[in-house]
């Protein structure tokens, strides 16, 4: 009979343990959706990068695509997922990132976005930046983007008509034939039949 309970004790011990043990991974493994912004204080001649990013979402139905007031978006959405794996714990996460140039100086809302994560509305919320007037449009400097290790800069865009959007009775062959560049490179100088 003793044994029998010490091993009931026992069973209850380690089953208690392994409970305890598995807790911290589900509290720590909520869902997070958050705006994140490479610079607060640009300067008008900056690029930004703004990466909206879900934590431990299971199933991403859908992102909704912010509107950026005061901002030329210069790429995006583009999309990234990622997998990190610390002390035991694994973090999934999915971003969608946008590259934006400010238009005007000030304080200046980035608006923050919903997405469907796991059969629920969830909700990132906006960042305020403040755009300095410094190094302006007519600064002699190519714009540059904040990376990890400071800032670099960026090749400067070729200049391009922003008359690209078709209105009506407008041909489309005269709107690409006015709109569109393409460069071509080759890697070979010579070539065989």
């Not at 208690?16 to 300067?43: C, G, H, N, R």
């Not at 909700?123 to 990890?148: H, L, M, Y």
Request: aromatic share 10%.
């Amino acid at each position: 009979m003793i044994k029998f309970l010490r091993g009931l004790i026992s069973y209850w011990s380690i089953s208690l343990l392994l409970i305890l043990l598995s807790l911290p991974a589900t509290i720590f493994s909520q869902v997070k959706f958050y705006t994140m912004v490479s610079e607060k204080q640009p300067d008008l001649s900056q690029y930004i990068q703004v990466d909206y990013t879900i934590e431990n979402g299971k199933s991403v139905e859908r992102i909704a695509t912010p509107t950026f007031k005061n901002f030329k978006i210069i790429q995006g959405p583009s999309q990234s997922s990622g997998m990190t794996y610390i002390n035991g714990e694994m973090t999934q996460s999915k971003s969608l990132t946008y590259i934006l140039q400010p238009l005007v100086a000030g304080k200046i809302q980035i608006p923050g976005t919903t997405a469907i994560v796991d059969g629920k509305t969830i909700q990132a919320d906006g960042v305020t930046i403040e755009v300095k007037k410094s190094g302006g449009r007519g600064s002699s400097q190519p714009p540059s983007f904040p990376g990890a290790g400071g800032s670099f800069p960026l090749m400067e865009e070729p200049q391009v008509n922003e008359e690209y959007v078709l209105k009506a009775g407008e041909s489309f062959q005269q709107k690409i034939k006015n709109n569109l560049f393409v460069k071509g490179e080759v890697n070979k100088t010579t070539c065989y039949e």
